[in-house]
């Protein structure tokens, strides 16, 4: 088995997302970044730091955030936390300190001191989160840390990873399947599929160019479905549009969807306004409209072979610069995927 094949990523200052279905290899890739997974081909490389023989000073300039709970629950979180700040070379009274600072920032300074085993699934992401920042590390890697958070959580959880560039200047990499989460985070977007690199560009290069036009009609007297009559007057201009229904396109009611390149807006404009004024139908709204991040990948190439789709959120340069490479991991020994 194969994790990850021949991937290479430059991470720049700032938040940058780890996308890819269950099984692209995201777990693997930081387990491999980490120094706790092999790679049996190529380099892999972090801050610098050969991940095959640097691996204990990787650990003391990298913050990990692990998917799943690793948490004792007879312990409390400051107990958790100065341990975790003692393991990363802090000296006890800086790992105190430091400790009361992190659960401050991340809002359990008032439930320091209780056991974790009566933490909430959001209590208990938020202790982990605390200690991959306690050592104050040059770059975070974070693996699905919105993992079984309810909607509130997860907004809150996504507000954090923000606030650690942010306030911090730390640089983040975070993993996720949600397309939608990292739009609304990151910086910057890294697409992995089957473990192979699909995609990587800032998340504004996502939806650049790909653009459309919300447009809302009224019916009339003339028109019944006034809807109808503008998406086949468009159509016989030239136009793309979407209507409700068309997949990719999500829309409601009277709304339609008309593909523009940038450059040409005004002039797309331009020709959905004359439609309408020539079949005397309302006009309601018309207003640029940006594809979110799911959307642009609705028909990935990797989709196309039949791998699984990336998928959509539930509704609703300086010396701290990291890079990042990876290669293979070892078959048979490349841990657990997610």
Do not use: W
Request: with cysteine.
């Amino acid at each position: 088995m194969t994790a990850l094949d021949r991937l290479t990523m430059d991470i720049t200052p700032g938040v940058t997302g780890l996308v890819g279905a269950n099984g692209a290899g995201k777990s693997t890739l930081i387990k491999i970044l980490l120094g706790l997974a092999p790679a049996t081909e190529g380099t892999a490389a972090v801050l610098g730091l050969d991940v095959s023989r640097e691996g204990a000073a990787i650990r003391e300039r990298v913050g990990y955030m692990p998917e799943h709970d690793c948490l004792p629950p007879d312990v409390s979180a400051t107990e958790f936390v100065v341990h975790m700040a003692r393991m990363s070379g802090l000296p006890a009274t800086a790992a105190r300190e430091r400790t009361a600072d992190t659960l401050r920032h991340v809002g359990l300074y008032e439930e320091r001191y209780r056991a974790m085993g009566g933490y909430s699934t959001g209590m208990k992401q938020r202790v982990k989160l605390a200690q991959a920042l306690v050592h104050d590390p040059q770059l975070v890697l974070l693996d699905e840390p919105t993992n079984g958070l309810d909607p509130v959580g997860r907004d809150d959880m996504l507000g954090l990873i923000r606030r650690v560039h942010t306030d911090f200047g730390i640089s983040v990499l975070v993993t996720s399947h949600l397309l939608g989460e990292l739009e609304r985070t990151c910086d910057h977007v890294v697409v992995i599929d089957g473990g192979a690199l699909l995609r990587s560009s800032s998340t504004a290069d996502f939806t650049q160019g790909t653009a459309s036009l919300a447009v809302e009609v009224t019916d009339t007297d003339t028109h019944p479905d006034g809807t109808a009559a503008l998406r086949e007057a468009l159509g016989k201009a030239g136009l793309d549009v979407h209507t409700p229904g068309t997949p990719g396109a999500p829309g409601s009611g009277h709304l339609l969807l008309v593909d523009v390149a940038d450059a040409a807006t005004q002039d797309t404009r331009d020709v959905v306004r004359d439609a309408v004024a020539d079949l005397g139908i309302g006009l309601v709204r018309m207003e640029q409209r940006r594809h979110h991040i799911a959307e642009v990948f609705t028909e990935t190439p990797a989709q196309q072979d039949g791998s699984k789709q990336l998928a959509a959120p539930p509704p609703g340069a300086d010396d701290r610069t990291p890079e990042l490479a990876a290669a293979r991991p070892q078959e048979g020994n490349s841990g657990d995927v997610a």
